[in-house]
């Protein structure tokens, strides 16, 4: 039986989940907790009680994608034609589910090779929780648990992520790739019930995916403001990010005038746009607000809509098979940089740069986990970066990642 703490919310054990060898599947029909996931309706969030979860890790082999479509499907929620008008479930099946894909699976869908071991292996990376409509039952409140952050810990060092950039510049200049998103990581060791501090970063201003998924022996929260992929009744929506300066006057004509970041972001549309092609009705994509600058916290960054119609028939693994791992956090072409991102990074890539939210008959939702944190049993774990092109600063480009991570960070110490 889940713990629930005092904040309304399941408590983290201090130990992980049991290992592989084959996907976990878990039914749960005890009493509601909070339920917070990205992009679930708002109005169904106090009365979501959970049917059943699956768990996968690279280790367990098979295709994630499919594994997914076929598990939603035997409970409830079939997703393989997204072209068909979403139909109601409410009162008499599955509302709908929370789903995660990491990045080092959408790597494997891509056919990537393996990169840096994870630092916080008890996170699975394929995890679905099919929710009910029923009654949630009032926890207690009782005293805050005692809540302490420890120092947090790079993965790199300035210096060797300023060189990383370099590397990614000379293989640009060879002609290797045009452009590859690098991203570091911090632990810091915590004392205390992680997930109402996980929970906080869902109010951060501009987190269109603001929200916190938990397991045994883990948690991840949520203030991405991308959307990885968005589909409804057979409408496709990705908004890429890139490009980032200060939420000041200043930092936005600075980020409008930068041919620099105009023409990275311009290449990450582009790979959007061949991504969509992919599993588009032919001629449908097309590309809204180009360029469109809006605030994250105390950061102004540059957004895209590219939209498209759905080929006939396109279901959810093709639809996580075309569009992860997210052209924006790896770089172009995707698979050359995915290449490149497993030689240059110390550590995976873990609960970032993946994909999470929410899924329901003829409706996906799934924000790409930038700007997230997880914890593990005893440590929590953030990551942050940015995409290198020729003409990237690496200086400029480590200030950058500081700049991602600082809002997080201070978040979660309660700041």
């Known amino acids: 039986m889940r713990k629930v703490g005092p904040y309304g919310v399941e408590t983290l054990p201090q130990v992980g989940a049991a290992g592989g060898g084959a996907a976990a599947l878990v039914a749960d029909s005890g009493p509601a907790a909070l339920v917070d ?224 970041e105009r023409a990275e972001h311009i290449m990450i549309v582009d790979l959007e746009r061949n991504d969509l092609a992919r599993i588009a009705r032919t001629g449908t994509v097309t590309v809204d607000d180009l360029f469109a600058v809006r605030r994250w916290c105390d950061l102004w960054q540059a957004e895209s809509t590219v939209r498209a119609a759905a080929a006939d028939g396109l279901g959810l693994a093709d639809l996580l098979r075309a569009t992860c791992p997210g052209g924006s956090v790896t770089g172009a072409p995707k698979l050359a940089a995915l290449t490149q991102i497993s030689d240059l990074e110390p550590v995976g890539r873990g609960a970032s740069m993946g994909a999470l939210g929410w899924v329901a008959p003829g409706h996906v939702d799934l924000g790409l986990t930038i700007r997230t944190a997880a914890a593990d049993g005893q440590r929590l774990h953030t990551w942050a970066g940015g995409g290198i092109t020729w003409d990237s600063d690496a200086g400029a480009e480590v200030a950058e990642a500081a700049a991602k991570t600082t809002p997080i960070r201070a978040t979660l110490a309660g700041r």
């Open 37 to 260: 996931v990205p992009g679930a309706p708002a109005a169904c969030r106090g009365a979501l009680t959970e049917r059943a979860r699956l768990h996968w890790r690279r280790g367990d082999g098979g295709d994630p994608a499919a594994l997914a479509e076929e598990f939603l499907a035997a409970h409830g929620l079939p997703l393989h034609d997204l072209t068909r008008p979403a139909t109601g479930q409410h009162g008499t099946g599955a509302c709908g589910a929370a789903l995660y894909l990491s990045a080092a699976a959408g790597a494997l869908l891509a056919g990537a090779p393996t990169g840096a071991p994870e630092p916080a292996p008890t996170l699975p990376d394929l995890a679905i929780v099919v929710y009910d409509h029923g009654t949630a039952r009032a926890t207690p409140p009782g005293a805050p648990t005692p809540w302490r952050l420890g120092e947090w810990t790079e993965s790199w060092t300035p210096r060797q992520h300023a060189a990383a950039v370099d590397a990614v510049r000379a293989a640009i200049g060879r002609g290797d790739v045009y452009q590859t998103n690098i991203v570091g990581h911090a632990a810091a060791p915590y004392t205390g019930d992680p997930l109402p501090a996980l929970s906080r970063l869902g109010a951060l201003p501009g987190a269109r995916y603001g929200g916190v998924l938990t397991g045994d022996g883990w948690a991840i929260g949520c203030a991405s403001p991308e959307t990885l992929v968005e589909v409804t009744d057979g409408h496709i929506i990705t908004r890429p990010i890139k490009g980032t300066r200060p939420a000041t006057a200043a930092g936005r004509a600075e980020l409008l005038a930068s041919a620099k």
